[in-house]
């Protein structure tokens, strides 16, 4: 149900994001078969989701991270999360990096970010 959804399931557009989720909630993440699981926030607990980007840099190696996250039900509290999103510089031309797919057919053609 879409108007559960605080926002719709993506994958960053970027190489990493940290994300600290605080007491409540919301973050979903899918499996390979298509269901989703809940990311239940633990003390001190950091969540690591692979971006776009680093999908492309590793020529697939890794997968970027699909999510979303369920909106907050709950009007006596709120939710908060703490974020910090790893982007290359506007110039950088992104491409799989040699070093990792030396021998194997890269699967992205060379692009800019910006």
Known sequence: NSAALG???HVDANVITLLRQHDLNGL???HIDGS???IIPEPEMLIVN???FMQVLSNDI?????????????ERASRNSSAIFIHPP?????????EISAGDKA????????
Do not use: C
């Open 90 to 98: 506007p110039s950088y031309i992104l491409e799989p990096l040699p």
């Open 36 to 38: 989703w699981e809940d």
């Open 50 to 52: 692979v971006g776009m």
């Open 7 to 9: 926002t719709h399931e």
């Open 107 to 114: 699967h992205y053609l060379p692009f800019s970010p910006k």
């Open 28 to 30: 979903q993440v899918a």
């Open 62 to 74: 890794f997968r970027g991270s699909l999510h979303r996250v369920r909106a907050n039900r709950d």
